[in-house]
Nanobody, 124 residues
């Protein structure tokens, strides 16, 4: 089993920045794909970005050029740097992990481990 814990959410004005972090604990060996998802009120959960063990990164079109995903393997930490935030970025953000390889923009069914989420609110 693997546990994931997000932090760093909050409220920010449009154009601002936030950095989300996700710390993994438990059985983290052979975890190959890590990702960020988000779910806005009344909408389905959507993949934001993924990074695999070789460092290959994929972003959703909606965040390309604004968000940066990175990982610190020794600390079992996944980070999402979010710049130029827009009101439409408002959502609960979740980190996720799985033992399989990443496969493009992350899809919820492909991930076994999930954090509890951290809220990001962007105001105009």
């Amino acid at each position: 089993q693997q546990q994931l814990m997000e932090s760093g959410g909050g409220s920010v004005q449009a154009g601002g920045s936030l950095t989300l972090s996700c710390v993994a604990s438990g059985y983290t060996y052979s975890t190959y794909c890590r990702a960020w998802f988000r779910q806005a009120a009344g909408k389905e959960r959507e993949g934001v970005a993924s990074i695999d063990g070789d460092g290959k990164i994929t972003y959703a079109d909606s965040v390309k050029g604004r968000f940066t995903i990175s990982k610190h393997s020794a600390k079992n930490t996944l980070t999402l740097q979010m710049n130029s935030l827009k009101t439409e970025d408002t959502a609960m953000y979740y980190c996720a992990a799985d033992h399989r390889y990443c496969n493009g923009v992350p899809q919820s069914p492909d991930f076994r481990y999930w954090g509890q989420g951290t809220q990001v609110t962007v105001s105009s």
